[in-house]
């Protein structure tokens, strides 16, 4: 059985707003979410961790590092390593 996620879980799971959430899963970007307790207009999403692996898969893969970040980086590891 799948665990659930809250939109604010998700959000700092993945560095968003939990509205950008909200407005991901009424978009579709997150397929198995659903809304609980029924489609009240105050029910919550509850977004699947499979759903949310996948989004934080895709995230890692396309953010690259700011070459500024990636400098400080290199120069923090050779400051240890000296």
């Known amino acids: ?3 659930y996620f ?4 998700v959000a700092s799971l993945l560095g968003f707003t939990p509205k950008t959430i909200r ?7 997150f397929p198995g979410a659903r ?3 029924d489609s009240a207009p105050r029910s919550e999403w509850r977004i699947p961790s499979g759903d ?8 890692a893969a396309s953010t690259p ?18």
Do not use: N, Y
Request: hydrophobic share 35%; charged share 35%; proline share 7%.
């Open 65 to 82: 590092i700011p070459r500024d970040r990636l400098e400080q980086l290199m120069d923090a590891a050779m400051a240890k390593s000296a």
């Open 1 to 3: 059985m799948s665990s």
């Open 6 to 9: 809250t939109p604010v879980d």
């Open 35 to 37: 809304k609980f307790p």
């Open 52 to 59: 949310v692996e996948a989004m934080k898969r895709r995230h």
């Open 23 to 29: 407005q991901w899963c009424t978009r579709g970007k």
